[in-house]
């Protein structure tokens, strides 16, 4: 058993090490492509909204899905009741982006922010199922998914980012880049892993998974919110060009 162990553990480390190079180096090089085809004006708008789609992702992303790989008897209950809640909160989530959006737009003074972040927040909710979906496939260590829906995410936004740039649509080039990519990973982990909501529900489940969560939901703001507490003064009080230039030069880095 331990031996069997041993093998998974490696297994899974060489699929998210494959996974994480081919990804980032296949985000390098689209990177550059885009830089040639794109203003830094348009990059500092995306910026921008990440900021707010960030703050909003982490109430979807952290907590519950951490908790379901903590808890050692996590069943079909768990995780049903996690999937369900997550696109209620999602859907919650995304109406409440909706609605500030025309204030953020306002506060900044550009406009296509509006539009921008109302289409980006759609993210919230695909996200809500990509969530459940990624602890099922830590928990049962079933890294060689991940490889292939991160392959074909990053393939497919290429594809599309490349396509709409090339084609003049300026920003909305990105905003297709980053849709394609959750949606494209979240539908390749659909067909690829076996699990499947079911119809359960238990607020008892929820309660208890959130007395875990709750502590590293916590955690994960303050660590979010203080990481894009510089764009956000930089977004106001320089121009997006100069916030764009400071976010590549801080991602290539990373």
């Known amino acids: 058993m331990e031996k069997n162990l041993k093998q998974n553990v490696a297994s899974g480390l060489t699929w998210k090490f494959a996974e994480r190079i081919l990804a980032q180096l296949v985000t390098f090089v689209v990177s550059i492509v885009l830089a040639r085809l794109l203003s830094p004006e ?9 900021i707010f789609i960030a703050l909003a992702n982490v109430f979807v992303v952290s907590g519950f899905g951490n908790s379901l790989i903590q808890k050692k008897d996590a069943d079909d ?9 997550n696109i209620f909160l999602g859907i919650v989530l995304y109406g409440v982006v909706f609605l500030i959006a025309p204030f953020i737009a306002s506060f900044y003074n550009m406009p296509i922010l509006k539009p921008v972040l109302r289409v980006m ?3 919230l909710i695909v996200a809500s199922v990509n969530n459940v979906q990624h602890a099922y496939v830590s928990k049962k260590m079933m890294f060689r998914r991940f490889f292939w829906s991160t392959l074909g995410g990053t ?5 599309v980012g490349i396509a709409m740039a090339y084609n003049g649509f300026g920003v909305w080039a990105l905003v297709g880049q980053y849709l394609t990519n959750t949606v494209t990973d979240t539908i390749v982990l659909w067909f690829t892993v076996k699990w499947r909501p079911k119809f359960l529900f238990s607020f008892k ?14 955690s994960a703001l303050l660590d979010t919110g203080y990481n894009e507490l510089r764009s956000l003064i930089i977004g106001k009080m320089y121009t997006s ?12 880095p990373n």
């Open 42 to 50: 348009h990059y500092g708008a995306i910026a921008i909204v990440n």
């Open 77 to 85: 209950t768990d995780f049903s009741s996690v999937f369900y809640f």
């Open 121 to 123: 927040g759609l993210r």
């Open 155 to 159: 393939l497919a936004s290429a594809v």
């Open 205 to 218: 489940r929820l309660g208890a998974l959130f007395s875990y969560g709750w502590k590293i939901l916590c």
């Open 241 to 252: 060009a100069d916030l764009a230039y400071y976010n590549k030069g801080k991602s290539f």
